[in-house]
């Protein structure tokens, strides 16, 4: 009697704890409400997002219209080329402005489309166009032009907390509105992918394919992210997602509605990632940070006193790890903002306050560089880069589409050359008639043979 009554008191506890851990799990409180069941956050805020459907036309390359392949088994010059075909893919997006109809999304499910359609969740559908668009960031504004749209409030993704409970809301596999919960795992998170500028919210909330350009909402069903990107080796979810936060897309959004274009800051300096054995080196006793190895004339650097030689530290009172975080961080800020920055020279902290300049796009047109690349154009930026020469646009049935190089595309080594900027490539490019490139497309690493 006395070993069941143990076994029954054991039983209890153990079912007690399991009840309070699972209690423990769910958010006991939607908009200071008690609550069961998150189906009324979802029902107030589903209507503002919207399924995106893409379509793009694209010219399949023909093997055999390579002149050096037809003069190998002997057939004339000039093949009949690749047919153009459509293709057509799904994502997301978040209403996010009712009265002028602007929808929030990612730059990679709808940058290079053609056309570009929106379902609501009544399941009408309505053709949508771009307005602009920041590859850097990967978000995007699309515009449809049509009455009784509701929108999700943007609310302070500068408030989230790790542990957060929130919601993501999307268009997983093309299967239509779906949702998941989970929490924030992480904040702040980058070296996600090795392009552009990240400050990602990391979440456990199932985000699977399609869901990109999806909303992230906290519990009171305010809009603090656009799901991005997941980790996974299989391409589905694996409880490892991201979103940007609404900081940033924001920012984005209010610079191209604004002035039609992203005025990114610039502090005007050449960088490399210095660790303690490096710094150890130099008679520093730092962990990390970014030594500045140029400055450019008449930049924000120099009018704010840096030096050649000066390692950065922190940037408005925040840890820099090394060059690749430093570039994100000054990337993700406007021009004309002010930043404090404190680096060690000659063994001493310092800081200096500096006004950000605007970082500088131009475009370079690919056969000024090589005649194979005719039809590839460059985007040439004044931050300095460690990622290589992006592709900016590469226009159909020219000698760089036709060996297979694609808009966003980033040259990261010629002929085994490191290449990092467009000086460096045309010195390369001019040794050689024949050019073997190292291309990054996305996550993968790809060679192209350029004649």
């Known amino acids: 009697m006395k070993m069941t009554s143990r076994l029954l008191f054991l039983t209890m506890f153990i079912a007690l704890a399991y009840a309070t ?3 423990a799990a769910l958010p006991q409180k939607v908009q200071g409400q008690p609550v069961t069941s998150l189906a009324p956050l979802v029902e107030q805020v589903s209507p503002a997002v919207v399924n995106i459907r893409v379509s793009q036309t694209v010219t399949r390359r023909d093997s055999f219209s390579d002149d050096a392949f037809r003069r190998f088994f002997g057939l004339p010059d000039g093949g009949t080329g690749g047919g153009a075909r459509e293709i057509a893919s799904a994502g997301s997006g978040v209403i996010v402005d009712a009265k002028r109809g602007y929808i929030l999304t990612n730059h990679h499910v709808v940058g290079d489309a053609d056309k570009i359609q929106i379902s609501l969740i009544d399941g009408s559908v309505h053709d949508a166009e771009i307005v602009g668009s920041d590859p850097a960031t990967d978000i995007a504004v699309i515009k449809v032009d049509i009455d009784g749209l509701t929108e999700m409030p943007i609310g302070d993704s500068t408030e ?17 509105h779906t949702v998941t919960s989970g929490i924030i795992s992480a904040l702040g998170r980058s070296g996600i992918s090795r392009d552009g500028y990240e400050d990602f919210i990391q979440t456990d909330a199932s985000i699977n394919p399609g869901n990109s350009g999806g909303a992230l909402v906290n519990m009171s069903g305010e809009l603090i992210g656009i799901n991005s990107a997941i980790i996974s080796r299989s391409g589905g979810n694996v409880g490892i997602g991201f979103a ?7 920012s984005i959004m209010t610079q191209i509605l604004d002035f039609g274009e992203i005025r990114r800051g610039l502090l005007g300096v050449n960088i490399q990632t210095i660790d303690a054995q490096a710094a ?6 730092i962990e990390s940070g970014a030594l500045i190895t140029g400055i450019q004339s008449g930049s924000a650097a120099e009018q704010a006193g840096l030096e050649v030689g000066d390692i950065i530290v922190e940037v408005n009172e925040k840890k820099v790890d090394g060059a690749a975080e430093l570039r994100n961080r000054i990337g993700l800020l406007r021009s004309g903002e002010q930043i404090d920055i404190k680096y060690l020279r000659d063994n001493k902290f310092q800081t200096a306050r500096a006004e950000l300049g605007q970082a500088q796009i131009q475009s370079v047109l690919g056969e000024e560089v090589h005649p194979g690349l005719a039809g590839a154009i460059f985007a040439v930026s004044s931050t300095a880069s460690e990622e290589g020469i992006e592709i900016q646009e590469v226009q159909e049935a020219t000698p760089a589409a036709q060996r297979g190089l694609r808009t966003g595309d980033v040259i990261t080594h010629v002929n085994r050359v490191q290449v990092q900027n467009l000086e460096e490539l045309r010195e390369v490019a001019s040794r050689f008639d024949i050019l073997f490139l190292n291309v990054r497309r996305g996550d993968r690493a790809l060679m192209f043979q350029i004649r």
């Open 21 to 23: 851990t699972a209690l």
């Open 244 to 250: 940007v936060p609404t900081e940033i897309a924001s």
């Open 160 to 176: 989230a907390r790790v542990g957060d409970f929130v919601i993501a809301i999307g268009n997983p596999f093309g299967l239509g």
């Open 280 to 285: 150890e080196a130099l008679g520093n006793d």
